[in-house]
């Protein structure tokens, strides 16, 4: 990948509707090429899917989001705890972390009780030991990640 590919991913990330044309005048290359250029990073798995995200049905627009910090029985050898944080679709980050804890997971919902569901879930699968949870009261700074070499 290129600083061009970066840039096409990170307009996509802002906007994955945008058109080609757009986009192509935004990254200074020619639709064609940036068509060709989106299907490659598709085939490569730089581009896995594209997602809708519904906003919550309550007047607040509010997401419910928690931090779940999770100690594994076996740190190298803890694939299938990934395996089934990765189908859960309200897990939004899932970083290993060096230090006391294992895992790093974000979660999103519309509900509390969704929250804790899959809190509930996740300290019973094979292979955690023990969950540490954190509920979020406020969201300080909310600013979309800037893809690598990006010059924003």
Same mark, same amino acid.
């Given at each position: 990948? $290129?600083? +061009?590919?970066?840039?096409? +991913?990170? /307009?996509?990330?802002?906007? !994955?509707?945008?058109?080609? !044309? ?13 068509? #060709?250029?989106? /299907?490659?990073?598709?085939? #490569?798995?730089? +581009? !896995? ?5 519904? #906003?919550?049905? $309550? ?6 989001? &928690? =931090?779940?910090? %999770? ?8 694939? /299938?705890?990934?395996? !089934? ?21 974000? =979660? /999103? &919902? ?11 879930? +996740?300290? #019973?699968?094979?292979?955690?030991? $023990?969950? %540490? ?7 300080? %700074? $909310? ?8 010059? &924003?």
């Amino acid at each position: 990948m $290129d600083a +061009i590919d970066e840039k096409i +991913i990170a /307009e996509l990330t802002r906007n !994955a509707r945008i058109s080609h !044309a757009e986009l192509a005048s935004r990254v200074r290359l020619s639709r064609n090429a940036v068509r #060709q250029r989106i /299907e490659r990073l598709e085939r #490569q798995g730089h +581009i !896995a899917g594209y997602t809708i995200v519904r #906003q919550p049905k $309550d007047s607040e627009g509010d997401v419910v989001s &928690a =931090l779940v910090l %999770v100690y594994r029985q076996d740190r190298m050898r803890g694939g /299938e705890v990934l395996a !089934a944080l990765k189908r859960i679709p309200e897990v939004v980050i899932c970083e290993v972390l060096s230090g006391d804890f294992d895992l790093m997971v974000r =979660l /999103e &919902a519309l509900s509390l009780e969704r929250i804790r569901s899959i809190w509930e879930d +996740i300290a #019973q699968m094979p292979g955690v030991r $023990d969950t %540490v949870t954190a509920l979020t009261l406020s969201r300080v %700074v $909310d600013r979309p990640r800037a893809g690598k070499g990006s010059t &924003a």
